[in-house]
């Protein structure tokens, strides 16, 4: 099979909620030499988007979002240690690792994409505190002034959940914190605009991107 036709059935068996074939055909992909982030990107992630288009326009309904939940947890555990290898275990990178406080947003209960970034970060040498699914914006500050993070990492998957990234900002310029603590929005729906507009200092498309944007936000501080 040629790389495409690996990625074409990766994105099949995630449409598909296979949580048997998906992580296999991910593991004959990276052993074939398929780039650990196309599989991410072009298989996993694309794959999604097709549930979600799907699922918006009356195709599918909640138990194929939850099969297609699992399956994308069952590729993940295979994917993240590769992923790892060729992405995160760079020492260069490991020297200036710092602390992220990292959760998805209140209200939602996405974390597949948020785990994924904990883990990289975590492998790229960062002291992460991940608080997990439906936190509210304060617990998020009180852990962030506990562990002296440097960053502060949400997400959100919900156009509902994403205002509540906004209200952070807002909380931390009120109790004039704003410049103690970075902070890094991300999950489907964030756009680079929508994170320049509620005045986060970034977001990132993918788990990779994400550690690259936290050293970029370390390096600058
Ligand atoms: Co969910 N869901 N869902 N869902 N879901 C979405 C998100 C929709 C977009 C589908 C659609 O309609 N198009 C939609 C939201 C629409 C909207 O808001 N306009 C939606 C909806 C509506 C809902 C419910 C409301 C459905 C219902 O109950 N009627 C409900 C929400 C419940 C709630 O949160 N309160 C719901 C539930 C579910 C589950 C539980 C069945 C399941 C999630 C399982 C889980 O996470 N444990 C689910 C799923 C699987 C999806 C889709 C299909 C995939 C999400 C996913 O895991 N993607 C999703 C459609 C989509 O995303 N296109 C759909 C794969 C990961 C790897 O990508 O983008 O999350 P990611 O993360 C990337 C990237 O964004 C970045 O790095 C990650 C790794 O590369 N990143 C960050 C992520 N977080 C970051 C943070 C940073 O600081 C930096 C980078």
Do not use: W
């Not at 320049?196 to 977001?203: P, Q, V, Y």
């Amino acid at each position: 099979m040629t790389h495409e036709e690996y990625l074409e059935d990766i994105r099949e068996s995630i449409i598909d909620g296979d949580d048997v074939d998906a992580p296999e055909l991910v593991k004959e992909a990276l052993a074939e030499g398929v780039d650990p982030m196309d599989v991410l990107n072009e298989g996993l992630m694309a794959g999604a988007d097709v549930v979600g288009t799907r699922f918006e326009s009356g195709e599918f309904f909640l138990p194929e979002l939850m099969l297609t939940g699992r399956a994308l947890k069952a590729a993940m555990a295979v994917l993240e240690p590769a992923l790892q290898v060729a992405y995160a275990k760079n020492p260069e990178l490991q020297k200036q690792a710092g602390t992220v406080v990292i959760g998805t947003v209140h209200r939602d209960i996405h974390d597949i994409g948020k785990n994924m970034v904990s883990s990289m970060l975590t492998a790229s040498g960062f002291t992460v505190h991940d608080l997990g699914v439906d936190v509210p914006i304060k617990t998020m500050l009180a852990k962030a002034r506990e562990v002296s993070a440097d960053i502060i990492g949400c997400s959100a998957l919900l156009t509902t959940s994403m205002p509540i990234m906004r209200d952070l900002l807002k909380l931390l310029e009120a109790t004039g914190e704003r410049d103690q603590f970075k902070v890094m929005v991300g999950g489907a729906p964030v756009t680079v605009a929508f994170a320049e507009e509620i005045g986060a200092d970034g977001t990132a498309e993918n788990a990779v991107a994400a550690v690259q944007l936290a050293q970029r936000l370390i390096s600058e501080e």
